[in-house]
């Protein structure tokens, strides 16, 4: 079945320590996209990668990195520099003017 | 002014009840328009795509008023099943991948 896998669903994470959440999609999109939520907010974009070796921030880039060295695969890595991390994270994909598909995303939690 | 806005909610609705979830948009280039369903602590699933012309599904349907900016869901003969978040999704006409998620209306239908 084709989709977008996100693992893992639950991590932790202590002070001063960076990790990586993953994110691989088999749907053959161009685009795949990190997006944050917070209980009770919506959505807020963190970075999004319309090409291989290419990406943009989204409106909360800051203490975050990512990479799309395959079109399949766009990992986020939560660096030590975001202060307050603990939120649900969201993977999606799409082609160009089609709707988003996400994963079913990883709950980080700071130790 | 939000590039998204949806009615806050929540919506509170008896079993059977029809229910209309309104959204406005900024960018009058916008390209292409959604409606997603969230369940609590869940990740966002397309519930549908909105055409120019009004599309229906079961009991669910779609509007698109391009020249006034505004979106609407309409769901009808409220099941209990229904209760989830409603978000509004808008594809902006940039030529690119940019995505703006309305920050959803929270429905209860209660038996």
């Known amino acids: 079945d084709g989709g977008i896998t996100q693992s893992p669903k639950y991590l932790f994470r202590k002070e001063g320590q960076n990790v990586t959440l993953s994110c691989e999609q088999n749907l053959n999109h161009d685009a795949m996209y990190w997006y944050r939520q917070d209980p009770g907010q919506g959505l807020r974009l963190i970075y999004y990668s319309q090409i291989v070796n290419d990406f943009q921030k989204g409106d909360i880039a800051e203490g975050y990195s990512v990479s799309r060295e395959k079109k399949e695969s766009f990992p986020l890595t939560v660096t030590s520099a975001q202060k307050n991390p603990t939120a649900f994270y969201l993977c999606?994909?799409?082609?160009?003017?089609?709707?988003?598909?996400f994963g079913d995303g990883t709950r980080l939690s700071i130790l | 002014r939000k590039e998204v806005e949806q009615d806050p909610g929540p919506f509170n609705v008896p079993e059977g009840a029809t229910v209309a979830f309104n959204c406005t948009y900024s960018?009058?280039?916008?390209?292409?328009f959604f409606w997603y369903r969230q369940d609590c602590r869940k990740e966002p699933k397309l519930l549908m795509s909105?055409?120019?012309s009004g599309n229906e599904d079961g009991r669910f349907t779609a509007q698109l008023n391009r020249a006034s900016q505004y979106i609407s869901l309409l769901i009808r003969d409220s099941k209990l099943s229904d209760s989830a978040t409603y978000l509004c999704v808008v594809n902006l006409g940039t030529g690119g991948f940019k995505t703006i998620f309305g920050a959803g209306t929270r429905l209860f239908v209660k038996a």
């Open positions: 909105v055409y120019s």
């Open positions: 999606a994909s799409s082609n160009l003017n089609q709707p988003q598909h």
């Open positions: 960018n009058s280039a916008s390209q292409s």
